[in-house]
């Protein structure tokens, strides 16, 4: 038991170094350089929206206020039932900047947000464009600083992570340790770094330079691809493109699920396919790696006879915790949720067992009503983290 505790913590050591290090030297968006260019590129802003009337106007409304010199806002009524898509005709009739796509139907082989965003660049104008969602929030001159930084530091791509806004101490630890996921699988704060493979994308905030996307095969080729905004950031970086990562704090927020279970049936298309390739065998893999690893530094802290593997115990622990706590600091959360972020992976797991199981029981992903079969869905998965 002891090299097993000995040897799980002190992979445990090297992954909370690998934490805290992201922990001390990610970017806010606020922090980046951003001269005023001396003409501003022409923006346009793509929001995909699929039955989301409970949120789409006060998105748009923060959209409608921001002060960029040259914007339009393409929103794509993905064949919503409810009224998202009245909603949307609404705003665009009284704001010229707003221009509604709506689509009727679906084509064979596309999943829904991908053909909405596809649809939406072949009619987009801006020599740049923000793909964004229909719940993000948007604080005054964001889109200034990021398009000015972009231009600045000659970038192809910017991805932003979003500041969610706290709901109760379970939701925000499982928040936390996603977050945690998300940067360690995509390296988040080395895409930037000079010879990196590292890549990542952001729904909430990709914007791209629209020459850079037109290098690459476009979104068909990410037709059938469940993490479509990773996606993107990884095809963006594959054909050549540069690509910079930054978290938004409080310039670019949104509201992540209301409750624990809304979270489970809104990550459903995801977490088999992000964790698991939806394959059976890396989901044993993955259950038996975790089973080994979380237990580890607790046990090592009370086995013996060897007195460094306490030691390996207390250091993993300490490194977890320092960089749950620069983390907290560096984003003005509470602590806490951070620190329970063990406890949030196990509710992750969950989640991709659930996930696992209603992929592997239907033959496919039913999400918004419509079915995406399995074999579908594995031949055309390009993200692998």
Same mark, same amino acid.
């Given at each position: 038991m002891s090299i097993w505790a000995a040897a799980f913590s002190a992979l445990w050591c090297v992954l909370g170094a690998a934490g805290l290090r992201s922990a001390l030297v990610f970017k806010t968006l606020r922090s980046l350089p951003a001269p005023e260019p001396p003409v501003w590129p022409r923006l346009t802003v793509v929001v995909a929206a699929c039955d989301e009337e409970a949120t789409i106007g006060p998105a748009l409304t923060t959209l409608v206020g921001q002060d960029y010199p040259d914007l339009e806002i393409v929103v794509v009524d993905?064949?919503?039932?409810? =009224?998202?898509?009245?909603?949307?005709?609404? %705003?665009?009739?009284? /704001?010229?900047? $707003?221009?509604? %796509?709506? $689509?009727? /139907? +679906?084509?064979?082989?596309?999943?829904?947000?991908?053909?909405?965003? @596809?649809?939406?660049? /072949?009619?987009?104008?801006?020599?740049? %464009?923000?793909?964004?969602?229909?719940?993000?929030?948007?604080?005054?001159?964001?889109?200034?600083?990021? $398009?000015?930084?972009? $231009? @600045? =530091?000659? +970038?192809?791509?910017?991805?932003?992570?979003?500041? %969610?806004?706290?709901i109760d101490l379970a939701h925000d630890a499982v928040g936390a340790a996603f977050a945690s996921s998300f940067l360690f699988g995509t390296r988040a704060v080395d895409v930037s770094r000079p010879g990196s493979s590292a890549f990542v994308g952001v729904g909430a905030f990709n914007l791209v330079r629209r020459a850079a996307l037109a290098a690459t095969p476009g979104w068909e080729w990410l037709r059938l691809e469940v993490l479509d905004d990773v996606g993107l950031g990884y095809m963006i970086k594959r054909w050549g493109g540069r690509s910079a990562f930054a978290v938004g704090l409080s310039d670019v927020r949104i509201a992540w699920y209301e409750s624990l279970p809304a979270m489970a049936r809104g990550l459903e298309k995801n977490m088999f396919g992000a964790f698991c390739r939806y394959r059976v065998s890396r989901l044993l893999a993955l259950l038996l790696f975790a089973a080994l690893l979380f237990p580890a530094p607790a046990v090592a802290l009370f086995v013996g006879p060897r007195p460094w593997v306490p030691l390996l115990g207390a250091l993993a622990i300490a490194l977890f915790s320092a960089g749950a706590i620069v983390v907290a600091v560096r984003t003005r959360r509470s602590v806490i949720p951070f620190l329970l972020g063990g406890w949030g992976a196990?509710?992750?797991?969950?989640?991709? +067992?659930?996930?696992?199981?209603?992929? +592997?029981?239907?033959?496919?992903v039913t999400w918004r009503g419509t079915f995406y079969p399995l074999g579908a869905l594995r031949a055309g998965q390009r993200v692998k983290l």
């Open positions: 993905d064949r919503s039932k409810d =009224a998202t898509g009245a909603i949307v005709d609404e %705003i665009a009739a009284r /704001e010229p900047r $707003v221009r509604a %796509i709506h $689509v009727r /139907e +679906l084509p064979d082989g596309w999943l829904g947000k991908v053909h909405a965003m @596809h649809r939406a660049t /072949e009619s987009a104008s801006g020599s740049w %464009i923000l793909y964004t969602d229909a719940d993000v929030h948007f604080a005054p001159g964001t889109l200034r600083h990021a $398009v000015a930084h972009a $231009v @600045h =530091a000659g +970038l192809d791509h910017l991805a932003v992570a979003p500041d %969610i806004e706290p196990f509710v992750l797991g969950v989640f991709v +067992l659930r996930s696992a199981w209603r992929v +592997l029981r239907d033959g496919g």
